[in-house]
């Protein structure tokens, strides 16, 4: 697909923040995560924001090894998602489901070859095919691995969903969300099959890696160049940030020192996708994705880094 910098802009306007059926992006947008707060609201309020190219449902955490699969929606009707997320589709917006999250508190790993082709059917006749399944009848955009746990057989998941949408005639997405730390824990070997279309690095909860008050941005920044060379050439590689500060989460950066000294940076990778924000709550307190959007686009650029920044589209 050709980059914005080689056809017009006002082509470039009309796939903003759009997805192809391949693994790249027509322009880079945000992410945020969508499930973990009630206070967040509606699932089709915060797609009707405008603010958000993707929207994670988080999290299916508990499955494999016998488990039953359970998702959980903190606080929110699983009876009426299906039509938010159809809502929030015919917007233009992405739906994916995120596997996995916080081992602390979930309970998924997967024990064989085999395990991983029963789940990745699960999956897939659940959430992907149309047919009617837990919360209704859904064709979601995609799936993304948030795992904490083991390093076993993620690959053997990956490789068996490629499968499904080779085969089934529907292109879905398959996105792979480790921490910044390199070696990769966890998802390494799922990783190295080079089948995930989209890499959402976790920039936070690692001080190695994480931006911080002594060092500023300097260890994010080397993490990111060491990503970029890491993954495969066709994979989007996203930066994954909190969206405000908590107890919970270290590393926040500022919106104004993202706009000022890692956009510039991380947007000069060919393979630059965008930003991923958790979650949708703290979001909403902070407005983060406001503050940065312009400036997250490919084609935007910063007419005046020491005030306000715009896309040029001109």
Not at 256 to 274: C, F, I, M, Q, S
Not at 297 to 308: A, D, E, I, V, Y
Request: net charge negative.
């Amino acid at each position: 697909m050709m980059e914005c910098k080689r056809i017009g802009f006002a082509i470039c306007l009309s796939s903003l923040f759009s997805f192809s059926t391949s693994s790249s992006l027509d322009n880079a947008g945000i992410g945020v995560y969508w499930g973990q707060d009630i206070r967040e609201g509606k699932l089709n309020t915060t797609c009707d924001t405008g603010n958000y190219a993707i929207v994670l449902l988080a999290y299916l955490r508990q499955f494999g090894d016998g488990r039953n699969p359970f998702w959980d929606f903190i606080g929110h009707d699983d009876g009426v998602v299906a039509s938010q997320i159809k809502h929030c589709q015919a917007k233009g917006v992405k739906v994916f489901l995120s596997i996995g999250g916080p081992i602390t508190f979930y309970e998924y790993s997967l024990n064989s070859t085999e395990d991983a082709k029963r789940f990745a059917n699960y999956l897939y006749t659940s959430f992907l095919s149309g047919r009617f399944g837990p919360i209704g009848r859904v064709e979601l955009d995609g799936i993304e691995f948030h795992i904490r746990a083991t390093e076993d057989h993620w690959d053997d998941l990956v490789k068996e969903l490629d499968f499904f949408r080779r085969t089934k005639g529907r292109y879905f997405h398959l996105v792979a969300a480790p921490r910044c730390q390199i070696p990769v824990h966890n998802l390494g070997k799922a990783i190295a099959t080079k089948l995930f279309d989209h890499i959402f690095v976790q920039f936070y909860n690692d001080p190695s890696c994480e931006y911080n008050i002594e060092d500023g941005t300097k260890p994010l920044l080397d993490s990111w160049d060491n990503w970029v060379n890491l993954v495969a050439s066709n994979n989007s590689l996203f930066l994954a940030l909190p969206a405000d500060s908590s107890e919970e989460e270290s590393g926040f950066v500022e919106p104004d020192v993202v706009n000022l000294e890692v956009l510039p940076h991380v947007k000069k990778a060919t393979n630059y996708g965008g930003v991923i924000l958790y979650n949708r709550y703290r979001d909403i307190i902070r407005n983060f994705s406001g503050e940065i959007l312009p400036n997250v686009p490919k084609s935007s650029f910063f007419l005046n880094t020491m005030g306000p920044v715009f896309p040029y589209f001109g």
